[in-house]
């Protein structure tokens, strides 16, 4: 059974730092696609990054761009996203989610519509 597990959430202070996990079990992440989304109160679920399967090419939303990174180590079958300078709007579900294609371009990478196999979600709140 393919699932996924997201791991780290929290509650942060702004300008504070989290560092999600999303790990794989069932499959082997080598040959997907791995994004990550996020979804606030009352509001759509939005793409904030995405990592092709060899981790060469990466995508962020241009709301997240300079400070969230997101990196894989296929080793551990392990997808990370590293939060720095957080602000309260960042407060959120984050979601992984993961697709047997080894690239797509940036809209596709983070529209969720590209995803079949999601997790079960992590929630991170930034609040003083």
């Known amino acids: 059974q393919l699932q996924l597990v997201e791991s780290g959430g929290g509650l942060v202070q702004p300008g504070g730092s989290l560092r999600l996990s999303c790990a794989a079990s069932?499959?082997?992440?080598?040959?997907?696609?791995i994004g990550w989304f996020r979804q606030g109160p009352g509001k759509e679920r939005e793409g904030v990054s995405c990592?092709?399967?060899?981790?060469?090419?990466?995508n962020y939303a241009d709301s997240v761009k300079g400070r969230f990174t997101i990196s894989r180590d296929n080793a551990k079958n392990t997808v990370y996203l590293q939060m720095n300078s957080l602000k309260p709007e960042d407060t959120a579900v984050y979601y992984c989610a993961a697709e047997p294609r080894l690239r797509v371009g940036k809209r596709d990478g983070l529209s969720p519509t590209t995803y079949n196999t999601w997790g079960q979600g992590t929630q991170v709140t930034v609040s003083a």
């Open positions: 069932g499959f082997t992440l080598d040959y997907y696609l």
């Open positions: 990592i092709s399967s060899s981790g060469d090419i990466t």
